[in-house]
Structures are given as C-alpha cells and as structure tokens.
C-alpha cells in the first residue's frame, strides 16, 4: 500500500511540473506571437510607406517627363523660327547689299556733285549734299536735284518691298526766313524730295516716310565751313522688308 502511494506521489509531481512547463511554453508562444504580430504591423506600415513613396515618384517622374517633353517641343519650336529668321536676316542682307550697288550706280553721275551711297546698320543711304538739290536757305528743289531724284527713283522702283525714309538736315546756324527755322527748313526739304519721287518719278507713296531732324543729327563740327557744308544734307534710307522678317520670327 505504500508503495502505491509512493507511486501516485511521483505520478502527481510529474503531471504539476509537466504542466508548469507548458504553461510557460504557451506563455512564451504568446509573446513571440505578439511580437511577431507587431513587426507584421510594423512591415506593413512600411510597405505601404514604401508604396505611396513609389506613387509619388511615378506621378512627379510622369510629371518630369511630361514638362521634359514640353520644353523640348518649344525648343525645337524656337529652333526652327531662329533658323527661318537668320535665313530671311541673311537674304536681307544680300538684298541689301545688291541694292546699295545699284543705287551707287544709279546715281554714279552725280558722285563728283555731293551724293554718297552707304551701308549702315542693316540699312542703305544715300546722301545728298544741299548743293545738288537746294539753294542756300531754299526748299525748291533745284534741276540737278531732281535729275538725280530721277535717277535714284529708277533704282528704287526696282525693290519694291523696301520702305524709303526722306531725312532732312542742317547746320546749326540759326534760320528765319518766311517763319521757318532750322526745322521746318529740314522739315519742308524732305517733303518735297517725297513729293517728287511720287509725283514725277512713280514711287509708290506708301512707302516713303518725310522727316526733319534740323541741325541736331550732325555728321561734322559745325565750327568750320567745310562741317557745315556736310550737315546741310538729305538722306534718303532705304529700310529692308521688317514685316517679311516679323512674319517669320512669329512663325506664320
């Protein structure tokens, strides 16, 4: 009977510390469970972390590439209306450059009297001492004025896209005569180059522009006779075709 006892002793001690180590296992699987329940937690909020950082990317890498591909397009855009614009810029200059040899040409005659053709600043002038067109003091066209007005139109009627501007000048010795000044002198003497190169020579009056500048665009010191004598002058400039040029840096 004691040995019985003995043995259910054992047996009972046995199933205590079996059970103890169980608990402790299950107690030990639930806290690695809640653990591994976190990190789950934890690596799911960094995936989705990590997948709205891959959105963003997407759309300003879309974003990039669609701005990219704008900038490109106006790029080439401009490229090709700079390419078009040096290319009228450079058949201009040709043209202008054929037309200040005809012009000196045309008026080769009348070198000796006080006409000088020139190149400047993309433009073509001609000027034309006071001598050849006017009397001291005087607005009316004198004959040889008008002989090499004559001239000068021919040449001119042979590019007709070319805008013609009449500048007068003068010394600046003060003028009063019959109301004028200096001026109005320089004033009046370009309006009758205009009035001849449209009413005897056929120059299309939409082209031509009269102005005065006076004694104040001076060319030489007025301190001697010889500057003075250069600042009484006509200039007429022949202005290349700006709106052919315009068209073509705006594309059309």
């Known amino acids: 009977m004691l040995q019985k006892l003995r043995i259910l002793g054992v047996l009972a001690c046995i199933v205590v510390i079996c059970s103890c180590g ?30 709205k950082q891959v959105s963003d990317l997407t759309n300003n890498n879309k974003s990039i590439t669609d701005e990219y591909a704008s900038y490109k397009s106006n790029c080439e855009a401009a490229q090709k209306k700079l390419v078009a614009v040096q290319a009228v810029l450079t058949e201009e200059y040709n043209t202008m450059q054929k037309v200040q040899d005809r012009l000196a040409e045309a008026v080769a005659n009348f070198k000796d009297k006080g006409v000088e053709v020139h190149y400047r600043d993309g433009l073509v002038y001609v000027t034309m001492e006071e001598g050849l067109l006017y009397k001291s003091g005087s607005a009316t066209l004198a004959e040889s004025g008008k002989s090499a007005l004559g001239s000068l139109a021919a040449a001119i009627n042979e590019y007709p896209n070319l805008k013609v501007i009449v500048v007068g000048h003068t010394d600046d010795q003060k003028f009063t005569k019959k109301g004028m000044d200096n001026w109005s002198l320089s004033t009046e003497r370009a309006n009758g180059v205009v009035r001849i190169l449209r009413d005897s020579y056929n120059v299309d009056p939409a082209r031509l ?36 040029i315009w068209e073509n840096a705006r594309g059309q």
């Open 22 to 51: 169980t608990k402790k296992k299950l107690q030990a699987a639930t806290a690695e469970i809640d653990q591994l329940k976190s990190q789950n937690a934890e690596l799911n909020n960094t995936i989705s972390s990590l997948q």
């Open 209 to 244: 522009t009269a102005a005065g500048k006076g004694k104040w665009d001076p060319v030489a010191e007025n301190g001697t006779a010889e500057g003075r004598a250069q600042n009484r002058r006509t200039d007429i400039i022949l202005n290349p075709d700006l709106h052919r």
